[in-house]
């Protein structure tokens, strides 16, 4: 991932905007079929968001892109009734329902295993000047949860982009900032959480 849109982080704008976003918003008012015909619209880029989540975890971890997308989908089908802003903002609550589900599995298999490696994941994005090969999954989210009552956007936005997988420009337009208050906003979560993963506080 990068701080500029890319292949790889622009994955909403690969999906027609117009459909989703009609079926998102015949969903909020409680249509079933609505939710039914999104599926196969958005089940790929879910699958591309949980595969970039589990990629670079430890070995020996038991969940699967499919498990984590359907988790997440049912989850997201039980916060009904959700008033769908657009495309952006489905994907932004996905991304949120997969780190809360990654957390789950790496608190669980931490308390299985005590005293084995936790469940990490790559640090290459959080941040580069980071000196170990992998984060612990489980203090990345202590840290967020620091940051989100320091500065609750920029937890927004380290969801958005890390987990999510969101470009530049879509987290913008998902938080309705400009992308220069984004990158600004990203890099400065960035440094924050690697010296509170390094030093505790």
């Not at 498990?67 to 903002?89: D, F, G, I, S, T």
């Not at 290459?124 to 999954?137: E, F, G, K, R």
Request: hydrophobic share 40%; charged share 25%.
């Amino acid at each position: 991932m990068h701080s500029t849109s890319s292949s790889t982080g622009s994955f909403v704008a690969a999906i027609p905007p117009q459909p989703v976003t009609e079926l998102l918003a015949r969903w909020s008012k409680g249509d079933a079929d609505a939710q039914e015909a999104l599926i196969p619209l958005v089940y790929e880029e879910l699958r591309r968001i949980a595969r970039r989540s589990l990629s670079s975890q430890s070995a020996g971890h038991t969940l699967q892109p499919t498990a984590l997308v359907h988790e997440a989908y049912l989850r997201l089908a039980k916060n009904q009734p959700v008033e769908w802003q657009n495309r952006a903002h489905f994907f932004a609550l996905a991304a949120r329902m997969m780190r809360q589900i990654l957390v789950d599995h790496a608190r669980k298999h931490a308390a299985l295993k005590r005293g084995s490696n936790p469940i990490t994941v790559a640090a290459d994005d959080l941040p580069a000047s980071s000196t170990a090969p992998n984060l612990d999954l489980m203090a990345l989210d202590d840290a967020m949860e620091r940051l989100a009552k320091l500065d609750p956007r920029q937890c927004r936005i380290v969801e958005l982009r890390f987990f999510g997988g969101l470009s530049i420009d879509e987290t913008a337009e998902v938080e309705k900032i400009s992308p220069a208050t984004t990158k600004r906003e990203w890099a400065t979560a960035r440094l924050w959480l690697h010296r509170a993963m390094n030093t505790g506080s």
